[in-house]
């Protein structure tokens, strides 16, 4: 019993080259693991795993909480498994899974690795994931089916005690955006064969599910009157003005059914994108209802430069459904993976407003549909060429309108005085780094 691994080098117990059926596996547990129960929580990033286990927790009289990550060894869990109370019969253990598989730099070895070429790279960082993922899996071999693990070079060991009921939470980590929460599941329990036989898998759902305040109140009125086709109401002279914080208050399920309707089923299926689309269209809503040339809009605003130079009166009737498109296409590209991915190839479309006007900032104007561009002409919004829009002084405009910083001069002294050189791709990252700031969610 003082050592597992004698038993590493029989047939059964290579569980990768014979085959095994959960029952037999589960044959093999001591009674006394019989009342243990090892849940396998999983589900999109963000969805509220951590949340629903360390509810768990709360109600358990003694519980560990162990990360398993790059620094993971089996003598750091034993110190923390050692501090439970045998005498209590409702313990329970956190296993935190945050190492992922390799790929990119967001491997958690990958400075270990840094200078070497491209392909020895790869080789490398699987090597280094499996021995990893080879030490953990006998971890919970030695765990939950011998009930008994041992740190070799100390000796320091534990055991599960027999005759209590404590529970083992597993949160599977989410590994790819572009796979299922059952195939993350599935790929995680290949890799610790131990859990996929013993784990009762739990799935944290990903419905909306908000509390419906204020600013969820604020966006649904804007989406309902787009959706109804009031956004473009014009104000009358003595009318009342077009303000729709003021319409009445929308119920719980109209309100669920309105989000459901305009949020992407890129951000709708993640409780973090849920909640940037809810605080990204709040801040442009708020805008709105707070903007004068939309609160008392008549439906002709003020005279600008043509393409010809010529000065035209702007035929702002469609003010509002214009730059309710404009922003529910901005949260959709902000909030979709694919184009962070791919952030050279994408036009990362974004208006800049504050309340004297509104302007537009793309990384492809000259891929800008003429449509497009007739639009946002047409009710005051500014194109700048794209020779334009890579100068400083445009730059320099719309990060101070942005970031509410003072221009001394037509520039940003914070830019000059650090010797930055002031791109329209840095430009746009720092108004997406900052949006994201401002939403409250992690840069």
Not at 7 to 34: C, F, G, N
Not at 127 to 135: A, C, G, H, K, P
Not at 220 to 239: S, V, W
């Amino acid at each position: 019993e003082t050592k597992p691994s004698n038993l590493r080098d029989i047939p059964w117990i290579t569980l990768k080259e014979h085959k095994m059926e959960p029952e037999s596996m589960r044959k093999v547990q001591r009674d006394k693991l019989a009342q243990s129960l090892v849940q396998l929580v999983f589900g999109n990033a963000g969805d509220g795993k951590t949340h629903y286990i360390k509810s768990q927790l709360k109600q358990c009289p003694s519980s560990c909480t162990i990360s398993v990550n790059e620094a993971f060894t089996p003598l750091g869990a034993i110190k923390k498994l050692r501090r439970l109370a045998y005498d209590k019969p409702d313990g329970a253990i956190f296993f935190n899974f945050t190492l992922l598989p390799p790929g990119g730099n967001n491997f958690p070895l990958h400075n270990l690795i840094e200078n070497l070429e491209s392909e020895d790279k790869q080789t490398a960082e699987h090597t280094l994931y499996r021995r990893l993922i080879e030490v953990i899996g006998w971890f919970f071999f030695d765990l939950l089916i011998l009930g008994y693990v041992e740190d070799r070079d100390t000796g320091l060991s534990f055991h599960l005690p027999g005759g209590l009921r404590w529970v083992i939470f597993v949160e599977v980590p989410s590994r790819d955006l572009t796979m299922t929460p059952e195939e993350m599941l599935e790929q995680f329990c290949g890799d610790i064969p131990t859990l996929g036989l013993l784990g009762s898998p739990h799935k944290i759902l990903n419905k909306i599910h908000f509390i419906i305040d204020e600013e969820v109140q604020l966006v649904c009125k804007y989406l309902k009157a787009y959706k109804e086709k009031r956004i473009d109401r014009l104000y009358k002279e003595r009318g009342q003005q077009v303000k729709f914080s003021l319409n009445p208050i929308i119920t719980d399920k109209d309100c669920l059914k309105l989000l459901d309707q305009f949020m992407p089923c890129h951000i709708k299926t993640r409780k973090i994108t849920q909640r940037l689309f809810i605080k990204y269209m709040n801040t442009r809503c708020y805008f709105l209802d707070h903007l004068p040339a939309f609160n008392y809009n008549t439906g002709v605003g003020e005279y600008i430069k043509n393409t010809q130079g010529e000065q035209v009166p702007t035929n702002t009737r469609t003010l509002g459904s214009t730059l309710i498109e404009a922003m529910l296409k901005e949260v959709s590209d902000f909030c979709d993976p694919a184009i962070k991915e791919n952030w050279s190839i994408n036009p990362h479309q974004q208006l800049i407003y504050d309340m004297s006007s509104i302007d537009l900032i793309t990384l492809q104007a000259d891929k800008l549909s003429s449509g497009d561009r007739a639009k946002f002409t047409k009710i005051g919004v500014k194109v700048p060429s794209m020779m334009e829009m890579h100068t400083r002084d445009i730059l320099d405009k719309y990060l101070s309108k942005a970031l509410c910083l003072e221009l001394k001069d037509g520039r940003l002294k914070q830019i000059d005085e650090a010797n930055y050189v002031l791109t329209l791709d840095y430009t746009l990252k720092m108004l997406n780094i900052h949006e994201r700031y401002r939403c409250g969610v992690s840069v």
